[in-house]
């Protein structure tokens, strides 16, 4: 995607927000002008700051445990194959369930803390990255493999220079897939019994504070959060995965 | 240089073996040819020399030594795949050194002599693959993706090549050109060759001596002398023109 036609895109977005708001005059309407000052300024009171902190340390702890899990468990089922045939009909039956709805169940086990929520976010991208992962593992010519086996590598230097770099587009392509759906969770999790975090920062300014301009700040807050994770992995992957932006 | 022993090799999921007491040899410096229709264990054989399969029973054995696992001096030259994608053509000719500094000299994975740190040759250039050094394989041509797979091997400093069909998805003037390269490099090294094909021109012009396996199971291959094969221009000649119908006709005999 070419940078220029996102900034305008984003301009066009703003620009019809602004019209909308001068046509429906509402107070739970702030246009961008309003919304950008507030989170101007609460971000500079601190206000803003720690919630947002809160909620990415949440998303990057529960990100980076998945990837540190489900990345070696994807690679150990795509190339064994009598591993994958015990798991994978449990991967199948657990894959498509909503694990958002587990919400409460791992609330009730592991509290209110930051480790219930870094465990849900962790629970939903394990399994996209695991099942990419192993996908990807699973689908490298024999003949790739046999011709670095001849070449003198035992499994790990298989790992080393054949598995690792094959599956790393897939675990980006995991990530980015489920940013926004963990985003998403993140929010909900963060309207149950929390004061930190964006999603407690929305709610509360919003229903409590009725400071809508600050409430649509942390609105943006969290858009930026997905947006800076997103941006952030298309960068790793076309600095770590040179190859397949060639043609 | 390499003895084939009496091996017997049967694949799971098929109840006739590929090769029942078969027994092969291939002295130092020869150019063989593998020749066969497919599905007659050309394959199988190369993988086996190569140690990336083992045979059911027999032995096969390299300067004297069983193989069990892939000889750090033999190189595997396949039609396809065989190069990491996501590296650049100067990256996948370092693989097969950065495997071997990865486990060190240790006899299994590298050669226990100490690897010179000085490459004798640059095979990129030898090949005219140099100012192709930082492109990716998909960047390249069929035939220029093979010569970077050759000079991934040579870079080993290998004594033997081991190719299966490694110039059948190349057009006719790549393939004659690359033909051409792999006889003068074999003879210019001094290497043993074995390649597998299931071209009666291929196996021809290359083989100095040409194996030719049948429908399985194989027990007693034939073996056809070539000598004329390393007479300048061969390919224009009368000699390998009855050789090729020779051989045809052997083909159409046995299968």
Redesign the interface.
């Not at chain 1, 046999?146 to 035992?154: D, H, I, P, Y």
């Given at each position: 995607m070419q940078r220029k036609s996102i900034i305008i895109t984003m301009l066009i977005v703003v620009l019809i927000w602004q019209v909308a708001a001068i046509i429906i005059r509402l107070p739970i309407f702030p246009g961008p002008i309003d919304v950008f000052a507030a989170f101007i300024i609460e971000l500079v009171n601190g206000k803003l700051g720690p919630h947002f902190l809160a909620s990415i340390w949440r998303v990057m702890a529960g990100m980076g445990l998945a990837i540190m899990t489900a990345s070696p468990a994807g690679l150990l089922l795509g190339q064994s194959k009598q591993i994958n045939k015990i798991l994978s009909p449990l991967i199948y039956l657990l894959y498509p369930i909503p694990k958002v709805v587990f919400v409460p169940i791992i609330m009730l086990f592991f509290g209110i803390g930051d480790l219930a929520k870094i465990i849900i976010i962790f629970i939903i991208l394990f399994f996209q990255i695991l099942v990419l992962v192993r996908d990807q593992a699973a689908n490298i010519?024999s003949?790739?493999i046999?011709?670095?086996?001849?070449?003198?590598?035992?499994r790990?230097?298989l790992y080393?220079?054949?598995y690792f770099?094959?599956t790393?587009p897939a675990i980006l392509t995991a990530i980015r897939q489920s940013v926004g759906t963990a985003v998403a969770v993140l929010y909900i999790t963060e309207l149950f019994a929390t004061q930190k975090g964006l999603g407690y920062y929305i709610y509360f300014q919003g229903s409590t504070l009725f400071n809508y301009p600050a409430m649509y700040a942390g609105v943006v807050a969290m858009s930026l959060m997905g947006l800076g994770m997103y941006f952030g992995i298309d960068w790793i992957e076309k600095r770590t995965?040179?190859?397949l932006f060639?043609? | 240089m390499i003895k084939v022993s009496d091996i017997t090799v049967t694949y799971p999921s098929n109840s006739v073996s590929i090769f029942k007491k078969f027994s092969w040899e291939v002295q130092k410096s020869e150019s063989w040819a593998v020749l066969g229709p497919s599905g007659c264990g050309k394959t199988t054989l190369l993988y086996l020399l190569a140690g990336l399969l083992q045979p059911t029973s027999g032995t096969i054995q390299i300067d004297a030594k069983p193989i069990l696992r892939p000889r750090p001096k033999s190189g595997l030259i396949i039609q396809d795949y065989g190069l990491l994608p996501w590296a650049t053509v100067h990256q996948n000719c370092d693989l097969g050194l950065k495997i071997r500094k990865y486990y060190g000299a240790d006899g299994i994975h590298a050669p226990f002599e100490k690897q010179s740190s000085r490459i004798e040759k640059n095979w990129l250039q030898e090949l005219g693959l140099i100012q192709f050094a930082n492109k990716y394989p998909s960047q390249l041509s069929g035939g220029q993706r093979q010569r970077m797979a050759i000079a991934r091997t040579l870079y080993l400093q290998p004594d033997l090549l081991l190719m299966d069909e490694p110039f059948s998805s190349l057009d006719a003037p790549t393939r004659e050109s690359l033909q051409e390269l792999t006889t003068s490099l074999v003879s210019g090294q001094g290497l043993t060759l074995i390649l597998v094909t299931h071209s009666v021109e291929e196996a021809v012009l290359l083989g100095r001596k040409i194996l030719l396996l049948s429908e399985p199971p194989n027990e007693n291959a034939m073996i056809i002398d070539n000598s004329g094969s390393s007479k300048p221009d061969y390919r224009n000649t009368n000699q390998y023109v009855d050789q090729c119908r020779e051989l045809r006709t052997l083909m159409g005999a046995s299968a």
């Open positions: 010519r003949e790739l046999n011709s670095v086996r001849s070449l003198g590598a035992g790990k230097a080393r220079f054949v770099p094959a790393l995965c040179k190859w060639v043609n | -």
